[in-house]
């Protein structure tokens, strides 16, 4: 069956340094990936959509890479910050129009 | 910015009865959907519908059903409320059809934090 796995265990990390959450997947072949960000007690916010096409992908200070060979995706952001602090969640397109979310990844940047 | 609300933020209801959630959104979005999110099950999708007056199944649709008479406005019903209901619910909507050419994303309404008694 498919499956999206994220690291269910927070990621904790100092300020300044950057911060790099994975996405893996197995019985799937997406066309695209996206990346969310979800603050508690809120819906997830969208941030970045990756094609199977494209190795990485950039906005400002976040980095998406997709490995289609690994069934693997990278979600980096660089010199990180307090309010960096959320849950990231990796989704991946699937047929019939929908979306399939990953469990997410809670960040924790301390000051 | 394109607005999804929701009719509740916190809704407290007892065993058995009959829940309705609201959700509109104001940029005339074709698809909406209705997701459920719990602690280490991530988001998993009830019913999404891509037309008025259309629905479809998504990945767990067991004891709801869904509504859209307006293309603004998709709602979410249990017809009898339990408490495995007890739930974050979240709805969202996206412009256009997924697929390796498009770039709509979903956007999510605040969610409507239900607890079953």
């Known amino acids: 069956s498919q499956k999206i796995e994220q690291n269910s265990e927070a990621l904790n990390i100092q300020e300044g340094k950057t911060a790099t959450l994975t996405c893996n997947y197995t019985?799937?072949?997406?066309?695209?990936l996206q990346w969310y960000r979800q603050d508690p007690g809120r819906g997830p916010v969208f941030l970045l959509l990756?094609?199977?096409?494209?190795k990485e992908k950039r906005k400002e200070r976040l980095k998406v890479t997709f490995d289609t060979t690994l069934k693997q995706s990278l979600f980096h952001i660089t010199a990180s910050q307090p309010a960096d602090s959320a849950t990231y969640l990796c989704?991946?397109?699937?047929?019939?129009?929908?979306?399939?979310f990953g469990g997410g990844t809670r960040l924790m940047v301390k000051p | 910015d394109v607005k999804v609300t929701q009719s509740s933020r916190y809704l407290v209801k007892r065993t058995g009865e009959k829940v309705f959630l609201e959700c509109v959104q104001d940029?005339?979005?074709?698809?909406m959907f209705w997701y459920r999110q719990d602690p280490g099950l991530g988001l998993r999708l009830i019913y999404f519908?891509?037309?008025?007056?259309?629905?479809e199944k998504g990945d767990i649709p067991e004891g709801y059903s869904v509504s859209r008479e307006k293309k603004e406005r998709f709602s979410l019903i249990l017809e009898s409320a339990s408490t495995n209901q007890t739930s974050m619910y979240l709805c969202?909507?996206?412009?256009?059809?997924?697929?390796?050419?498009?770039?709509?994303?979903?956007?999510f309404g605040p969610g409507t934090r239900l607890t079953v008694l």
């Open positions: 969202a909507s996206r412009q256009g059809l997924a697929g390796p050419s498009s770039t709509d994303t979903q956007y």
């Open positions: 019985n799937y072949s997406p066309a695209y």
């Open positions: 990756i094609r199977e096409n494209e």
């Open positions: 989704a991946l397109e699937r047929a019939g129009n929908m979306l399939t």
């Open positions: 940029m005339d979005h074709e698809n």
């Open positions: 519908s891509y037309d008025v007056k259309m629905k």
